[in-house]
């Protein structure tokens, strides 16, 4: 029987998490700086050639047993981007829908914290403190 049971094994990512929301707001003309912000540190730098930024992402999927990867590289003159390469085309990019990692990686949640007297002798009411 124990030979049916599997153990749950997590999806592993690897790299630079691409969203296609990011993607959009990329323009030709950009500083380095600018996309450095919208995409975050690239996962290689060629030391050959600074002008050459690479993205990459791999997401292996467990219970699927597959593997979906996205590679972007951006090519810069001077302080501005001038293409990008990879799987996505610049000028098809407003067409793209939502990524897997947009819906997932797409906000910030925000909560109430639950902790509301400070104090390990506030909580067991030997101390009362202030609200």
């Not at 060629?46 to 930024?53: A, G, I, K, M, V």
């Not at 996205?70 to 990524?99: C, Y």
Request: hydrophobic share 30%; with cysteine; glycine share 8%.
């Amino acid at each position: 029987m124990t030979g049916c049971i599997r153990p749950y094994q997590p999806d592993i990512q690897q790299g630079n998490i691409i969203n296609n929301s990011d993607l959009r707001e990329i323009r030709y003309g950009m500083t380095k700086q600018e996309v450095l912000f919208i995409l975050g540190t690239p996962m290689v730098i060629d030391p050959f050639n600074e002008q050459r930024w690479d993205y990459f992402y791999s997401k292996r999927h467990q219970a699927k047993n597959q593997t979906s990867q996205r590679l972007i590289t951006a090519l810069f003159d001077g302080n501005k981007l001038v293409k990008l390469e990879g799987d996505v085309d610049l000028a098809n990019v407003q067409l793209l829908e939502p990524s897997t990692e947009d819906k997932q990686h797409g906000g910030t949640v925000i909560t109430k914290p639950t902790q509301r007297e400070k104090g390990l002798l506030n909580r067991l009411g030997i101390i009362k403190g202030k609200q």
